[in-house]
């Protein structure tokens, strides 16, 4: 190959309120705050491909590093709230290992968040022993979340 991808710099995710979406992955998530921006610019519309985009921003980190791109377009007028299921071609999803699934559950539900599913530990393949599930925040984007329990691939 005459190219290789060195490192994922971040996931983005469309948002229909920033300030909302913003507020979740801060103080309920615990992400830490890194920056915001407003583009306008014929450059917001090269790069993403859509005539005339104006997009607020908002940068926010794991514990990890990895950072999430909060974008709320507020133009053009006609963008569109889609009801996209993980089935569906183009659905994408970030997972994120966490210490606690029932707590971060129960925190997400009383923050408007819900499961779409049931929490399963996987029993075999690379992540054996993970207690997993799927979240949809209020706009449909799925976040997987995933809890090493004691149980091991070898166990």
Not at 114 to 138: E, F, H, I
Request: proline fraction near 4%.
């Amino acid at each position: 190959m005459s190219f290789r991808v060195i490192a994922a710099d971040h996931t983005g995710i469309t948002v229909s309120n920033l300030e909302r979406s913003l507020e979740f992955w801060q103080n309920v998530l615990g992400f830490e705050f890194s920056h915001r921006a407003h583009q306008t610019s014929e450059m917001a519309s090269e790069i993403t491909g859509v005539p005339g985009a104006e997009i607020k921003l908002a940068v926010v980190k794991a514990l990890g590093g990895h950072k999430i791109e909060l974008l709320e377009y507020l133009a053009p007028a006609d963008r569109k709230k889609v009801d996209v299921r993980p089935c569906d071609v183009g659905s994408v999803h970030v997972a994120f290992t966490i210490d606690n699934l029932d707590t971060v559950l129960n925190t997400i539900a009383a923050s408007g968040w819900k499961a779409a599913g049931k929490p399963q530990t996987l029993q075999s393949g690379p992540n054996a022993g993970k207690r997993v599930v799927y979240v949809r925040d209020p706009d449909g984007t799925t976040i997987e979340f995933m809890q090493q329990t004691s149980k091991t691939a070898t166990d």
